[in-house]
């Protein structure tokens, strides 16, 4: 049966309708961090605010801007043609990240055989030549290797692996290593197939191989509501999505726009709303400031952004975080994490009754910007209706949002603040820790929490899970994880790649670094 809505209800339920059909509106080209759709869904937010007569709380009136670092990539110019077929970047091939930069051509056909300009390395024959050599490493191989071709006249190098041993070539895009002698290009099995079908043919090849620092400038939107009161509660949501998949994080593959209408629009919209209904009474004994954080998808960046570089100042009680929250219903519930983050949480909200169905949890952590500030030791509470089947695709639409589950949840946010208000400061408690997100792919885990922002070379961990694999085998937060098995780890994508090939009891061994020292250990999935 339907919930039957009074008239203040119905207004809330299509004012939050109004928000998300904009913010997930293919105008706003899906919002993707540092984007012109992104800067549309800002300014939006930003009206809101001046409406109610919010005080700007960022650097430049509502607004923090902050950097994106992407690191280096190929340039918009840069391809390789094989007999003058274009080539697919990433797909068919990728440069190695200190690859040599230059436009090259072959003056004569060369072939696979008999190497003139370009010259041809099937890795598996290198990798095979070496397996009983402990000293071995590709790095200095490849230095070595272009060296020598080069002096022999090459102007380019293209490696393949026709076999099954690990060769370990990824693309790592904070690569600081010198750059080798010349262009180093490496060719995926299903490149290579597809550009050097036969042996004995010969090859006409066209290339440029150039790259770019690329960055991006992404932005945080901060609004205030001053009680003068001694504490300020944060509530937030982050504003972006995806766009059209550039930085390779949707779950589906086309060129379509992700509108992210569940992920994260309707968490935006329940903060509007909030802040909407706080602007016009709110308990007098917490001030309130509303964070809409850019740069989640991308790992928090936001959210540490704005923790590391605060725009405002002063004693925080707690924070809320709302992160798709537009599909509730009562098979999937409404999660609400953070539960143990506090000793006050627990009856707090025994006191605050609802009519959703809710599932509590105790984590501080998780795979939202909450976990930033739960990190810097502040209790948090999360709302998260659930994963979905249109998670981070093009098919996460406004039609498909549960307006007045949302409103609920708006209603009942509303009330644990409002019952919140005479606690005074809370406690915070530490809690156990999440893994890895939302979504994951591989049947294993350690147990551990990336350090999405961190640029280095490898995955830097925030915490361990007790009881999981990794706090059993010591590890804790700053240790960089570097190699499983045969695997190195250059990043996040590197590391969950290579779970997704161990099984549960699968034996292998972990390296990782601590400070300067590096600690290998035998461990069982």
Do not use: C
């Amino acid at each position: 049966m339907a919930q039957k809505l009074k008239k203040a209800d119905k207004q809330l339920a299509a004012h939050l309708q109004i928000h998300v059909q904009f913010l997930a509106s293919d105008a706003l080209e899906g919002r993707r961090a540092g984007s012109v759709g992104e800067m549309k869904a800002v300014d939006y937010i930003i009206k809101q605010y001046q409406a109610l007569g919010l005080k700007p709380m960022g650097t430049d009136g509502f607004v923090q801007a902050f950097p994106i670092n992407e690191g280096k990539r190929m340039t918009s110019n840069a391809f390789i043609k094989v007999n003058n077929q274009l080539l697919e970047k990433t797909n068919d091939y990728f440069p190695l990240s200190n690859s040599g930069s230059a436009s090259f051509t072959s003056s004569a056909a060369v072939s696979l055989n008999e190497a003139k300009q370009v010259w041809f390395k099937d890795l598996q024959e290198v990798l095979e030549e070496n397996t009983s050599n402990p000293h071995f490493d590709i790095n200095e191989w490849l230095i070595t290797t272009s060296n020598e071709v080069k002096q022999k006249g090459a102007t380019a190098l293209f490696l393949h692996n026709s076999g099954t041993l690990v060769d370990n070539i990824q693309y790592n895009k904070f690569d600081t290593a010198k750059a080798l002698a010349i262009p180093v290009i490496y060719f995926t099995k299903e490149g290579w197939k597809k550009s050097f079908k036969d042996v004995a043919e010969t090859y006409d090849i066209a290339a440029n191989i150039e790259f770019e620092i690329a960055n991006r400038t992404a932005h945080n939107v901060v609004a205030f509501i001053d009680n003068n009161a001694t504490n300020t509660v944060i509530i937030g949501a982050h504003l972006d999505h995806l766009g059209y998949n550039e930085d390779k994080n949707a779950l589906d593959i086309n060129g379509l726009i992700r509108n992210g209408a569940d992920d994260n629009a309707s968490g935006t919209a329940a903060l509007l709303e909030l802040a909407k209904g706080l602007a016009k009474k709110s308990p007098k004994h917490n001030n309130y400031l509303f964070i809409h954080f850019s740069g989640e998808e991308l790992g928090l960046f936001g959210s540490k952004y704005w923790l590391e570089n605060p725009t405002f100042k002063g004693d925080f009680n707690y924070m809320i975080n709302m992160d798709m929250v537009g599909r509730y219903d009562t098979a999937r519930k409404l999660s609400v994490g953070g539960y143990g983050t506090s000793s006050k949480w627990s009856e707090i909200l025994a006191k605050t009754p609802t009519t959703l169905i809710t599932h509590y949890d105790s984590a501080g952590s998780g795979p939202s910007d909450h976990a930033s500030f739960y990190r810097k030791g502040m209790p948090v509470l999360f709302m998260f209706t659930g994963s979905h089947s249109d998670y981070h695709k093009a098919t996460d639409d406004w039609d498909k949002i549960n307006y007045t589950g949302q409103l609920n949840i708006v209603r009942y946010v509303q009330a644990i603040i409002k019952n919140t208000d005479s606690y005074g400061k809370l406690d915070f408690l530490k809690t156990r820790e999440q893994s890895m997100g939302r979504s994951t792919k591989f049947t294993v885990s350690l147990g551990v929490m990336p350090d999405y922002a961190f640029t280095g070379t490898g995955v830097k961990i925030e915490g361990a899970t007790p009881g999981k694999l990794a706090e059993r085998l010591g590890l804790k937060g700053g240790d960089v994880l570097v190699q499983i098995g045969d695997y190195k780890l250059v990043d996040v994508m590197s590391y969950m790649t290579t779970l997704s090939k161990f099984k549960k009891g699968d034996k292998t061994t972990l390296t990782y670094k601590r400070g300067t020292e590096e600690v290998q250990l035998n461990i069982e999935f």
